[in-house]
């Protein structure tokens, strides 16, 4: 039996690749991985894996159907995790385009040819068979304060290009099932972090910033809301799905832990004064010139962007009552985890900082 992986060398989708061999109950299944090896999607973080028969990587776009149906016939996947998409809300601001192409149009590739795959299959292959859908939280847009946490029922209010775009692609997952049978699971996954997050994210951003002496941009008052996951609960939750839940229906996985973006800006400088103080690494301001004591020096508040959800909140009741699936990391041991992966692999960090990653930052921040 093999797994067909899209967007498995992105940040999530690499987690549960290298997850999915580590796990005892999984370990010895092959799988392929699908991925453009776009910005975010990068070889090195399956390294691990070079020369192991079990994995074979790709570099292929989910929107040709050409080659998705090679890979369907070639390794006859008794499943399809898709995780390849376009995510980051800053990207999706400033080119919706390439959102709509891989998020919605990529998906639907994928289900017309999943859909002619399984359905040429025999009885046994063809029950066993799942198309599980890697989704977030932003679909059901933003909560008030006193507002009960996004439960699986919720009604879609997506607010940006990018939750759009995930939403038009929940749909289509949910209509391929009702119309055409198709064996589909739904995740929405609230924020994730952990290693291999490329640092365009909030937390990663804040990490690489901070030992470098740049100032780490809070947007507006910094009081936005989320609800944290660390990266290896999330591929446990998805492990979990794939094995045992229902046919067409929607798992929400969370971390049960709501904070603000600022809180979580000071806890991440807070690890860094004591994992790697500043005065010891010579740390210079990049704006002020002077020696840096305290990380939280670099904190500056920028122009929030358009339309920014005030608050995500995950209600994981339902996987826990049918799967038995809660997170194993509190956020204090998962982010203390993540920022000491970051200080050990400031290679890694450095070779993804490309020019054009550069560039990136210049262009979302330098107005702001």
Known sequence: MTLLVTGGAGFIGSNFVLDWFAAPATQGEPVVTLDALTYAGNPENLAALQGDARHTLVQGDICDRALVDQLLARHRPRAIVHFAAESHVDRSIHGPGAFMRTNVEGTFTLLEAARAYWSALEADAKAAFRFHHVSTDEVYGSLGPGDAAFTET??????????????????????????????VLTTNCSNNYGPYHFPEKLIPLMIVNALAGKPLPVYGDGQQVRDWLYVGDHCSAIRAVLAGGRLGEVYNIGGWNEKPNLEIVHTVCALLDELAPAAERGVVSSTSGQAVQRYAELITHVKDRPGHDRRYAIDARKIERELGWRPAETFDTGIRKTVQWYLAHGDWVARVQSGAYRDWVATNYAQR
Do not use: F
């Open 154 to 183: 919720h009604p879609y209010e997506p607010n940006s290009p990018y939750s759009a775009s995930k939403a038009a692609s929940d749909h289509l997952v949910r209509a391929w099932h009702h119309t055409y049978g198709l064996p």
